[in-house]
C-alpha cells in the first residue's frame, strides 16, 4: 500500500483534522526528529504506528511518528499532586508524546549534596539514571524528561557533576556493585524545555481550545532557574526567564508579569517555619493581584503546595487560584485537565468555551 | 570466643558453635530459618564483602570470622490500624525517616532472605503499597537491613505496618478465619480455656508433654 507520511505529533488523526489531502509528499510539516535534534548529538526514541485519517473521503492509512522519552515522575506526583502527572499524560497523548517510565526509579534525594565530597548523596539519582540507561537503550534515547522542579534540579546537577568528574563518577559507580556502571551519556530535561525544543510554534497548532483572554502570572521559583553550578542547569536565563510566559502564548492565555515571579517561596521552611513562608507566599500572591492575574501557573508540587498555605491565609477577596502549567495545556489541547471543578469553570467561563469530558 | 577452631565443614554456623562447646541461652530460635533469631554477620578470607546469613542456614567456610547480633535496638512506634488508611502516605507518616533512603542498597545485601529491601523502601516512596507488601512476604524481621542502613529505618517495622494496612484493607478476609474469629466469639473455647486456666504448673507440664505432635 501506497502510505503516505504524515509527520504530525499526533498518535492519532484527531477528528476534523486530516492529512490536507497531500499524500505522498510532504504536509509543510517538518520531521519532528529534525527539529528536536537540530544540532543535538542524542539520539531519540520513536515509534511508528498507523493511523485512519479522518479527512473525509481520504483512504489512506498514514504513518505517523510517536516520540518516546524515558519520564522520571517524582515523590511528590505520585503521593500529593497525581493531577500534575495526570494531566501531562493527557496532553501528551494529544501531542504524540510517549512518556516510558524509568523502571523502578529512585527517589531523587530531594536536596543534592552541597558538599564536594558528599557523594552518598548522589546514589538515588545514579540509580535511577542506571534504570533509565538500561531502558532508553531498548527504545532508542538517551532524554529523559523530568515534571517536578525539584526532582528536576537534583538529577540535572547530579548528571552534570558525573559528566564533569570523572573521579566521582568512578567513586559511585565503583560503590554501586550491584548494577551496571552508569555512562553519563543521558540527558535531564525539564518538561517544559522539552516542549521549547519540539517547538511552541509546534504547540500552537495542536491548541483546539486556546485559553484566549486568559490573564496567567507565570511563577518559576528557584529550582528551575537556580543555581547555575554546575554550569547548565537552569532552563532559561535567571534573571530573565520567558519560558512560561512562550508557553502561556503557546496556549492562547496572556501572560502577565510579576515582579515576584522568580522569588523563593520559602521552600523547607513550610516543615519548621510556616509563618516564614506564609509571609513570603502573599507576598507572590499579592504581587500576581496588583497584575490582575486570574492564575498563577507553578511548575514546582512544593511551590504549589507553599502557595496553597499563602492563599489560606488569605481572604477570599485577595486570593488566586495556583495550578500546574500541565493542566492548563491539557485544557487547552482539548484533553482532560484535572483542575477542580470550581476552577475549570472560572476558566471556562473566561475564555467563553464548554467544559470538557 | 575470640578464637580459632576447627570444626567439620558440613555444620552450619549454629552446630559449629554447639561442637567446640558452646551453649546457646540466645542468638538461637526456631533453627529452621524462620525466626530471625540467629542472625550472624561475617566476612571470609580475601574478601571485604561483609555478609549476612542465618546461623541455623549457613554452612561454615574456612577463615570465616564471625559474629551474632541477638538482637537490633529499635524504637516500635504506635500505631492504631482502624483510624488509618491503605496508602504509602500513611507509612511515611509513621516512619518519617524512610524519606532519608539514599538508595545505597546496602540493607538489600545485608538480607539473609534476599529480600530487595530498598527496593520496598523506593516502592513506597513512589505511592505503591501493594509491591511494597509482595517484596517483603519473607521478611523475618532479623534486622540485618536496620543495623547496616545509614539512613536510620526500621525495614521490618516498616513492611510489618505495610503488609498490615494492606492486609487490613485490600485482602479479601479469609473465609475459614471469619468463621473460627466467630466460634472463638460464641464460646466455643471458653470451657476449654477455663479448664488450663484453673490447672497448677505439674498438670500443665504434664498435659503438654502428652500433646498431640504433628508428623
Known sequence: MDMCILLRLFRQMPEGLGCGGNHGGSTGDKDPRERFHKGRPEKGGYREV???????????????????????????????????????????????????????????????????????????????????????????????????????????????????????????????????????????????????????????????????????????????????????????????????????????????????????????????????????????????????????????????????????????????????????????????????????????????????? | MGKAYKVPNTLTIMKAIEYVGYRFIRSCGCRGGFCGACTTFYRVKNDYKLQVDLACQKRVEDGMYIVQLPFIPAEKPKWDLDKMKSTTDEVIRVFPEITRCLSCNVCTQACPQDIEVMRTIQALRRGDLEDAVNLTFDCISCGACSIRCPAEITHYQVFQLARRLFGKYETIPAKHLMERVKEIEEGKFDDEVSKLMDMNLEEIKELYKKREIEK
Request: aromatic content about 8%.
Open chain 1, 50 to 357: 498507523t493511523a485512519d485519517c479522518h479527512n473525509r473521503g481520504c483512504p489512506e492509512v498514514h504513518v505517523v511518528i510517536i516520540m518516546e522519552v524515558l519520564y522520571y515522575p517524582g515523590c511528590s506526583l505520585r503521593n500529593t499532586y497525581p493531577e500534575f502527572e495526570k494531566s501531562t499524560y493527557e496532553a501528551c497523548e494529544k501531542l504524540g508524546i510517549e512518556l516510558v517510565e524509568i523502571p523502578e526509579w529512585s527517589c531523587c534525594g530531594v536536596v543534592p549534596s552541597l558538599a564536594t565530597d558528599n557523594v552518598m548523596r548522589h546514589l538515588g539519582a545514579v540509580r535511577s539514571f542506571i534504570n533509565a540507561q538500561k531502558k532508553g537503550r531498548e527504545i532508542g534515547t538517551n532524554v529523559i524528561v523530568v515534571l517536578c522542579s525539584m526532582c528536576y534540579n537534583v538529577l540535572k546537577r547530579v548528571n552534570l557533576i558525573l559528566k564533569e568528574e570523572p573521579d566521582t563518577l568512578e567513586n559511585v559507580n565503583s560503590f554501586i556493585d550491584d548494577q551496571p556502571d552508569y555512562v553519563p551519556d543521558l540527558r535531564v530535561t525539564h518538561f517544559l524545555t522539552f516542549l521549547k525544543e519540539t517547538g511552541f510554534e509546534n504547540l500552537e497548532e495542536k491548541v483546539n481550545k486556546p485559553l484566549k483572554g486568559l490573564k496567567v502570572a507565570p511563577y518559576y521559583g528557584c529550582a528551575l532557574l537556580r543555581p547555575d553550578r554546575p554550569e547548565g542547569v537552569p532552563i532559561d536565563n535567571p534573571d530573565n526567564p520567558v519560558i512560561l510566559e512562550s508557553f502561556v502564548r503557546s496556549i492562547g492565555a496572556e501572560p502577565v508579569h510579576f515582579p515576584f515571579r522568580a522569588e523563593c517561596c520559602g521552600n523547607y521552611h513550610i516543615v519548621l517555619e510556616p509563618g516564614i513562608v506564609e509571609m513570603r507566599t502573599r507576598k507572590i500572591i499579592g504581587s500576581a493581584k496588583s497584575v490582575k492575574a486570574d492564575l498563577i501557573l507553578s511548575p514546582c508540587p512544593l511551590c504549589t503546595y507553599n502557595l496553597g498555605r499563602g492563599n489560606e491565609s488569605l481572604d477570599k477577596s485577595e486570593q488566586v487560584p495556583v495550578v500546574f502549567f500541565t493542566q492548563l495545556l491539557a485544557l487547552a489541547l482539548g484533553g482532560k485537565s484535572y483542575l477542580p471543578t470550581e476552577i475549570e469553570d472560572q476558566i471556562l467561563k473566561k475564555i467563553g468555551g464548554e467544559k470538557s469530558d
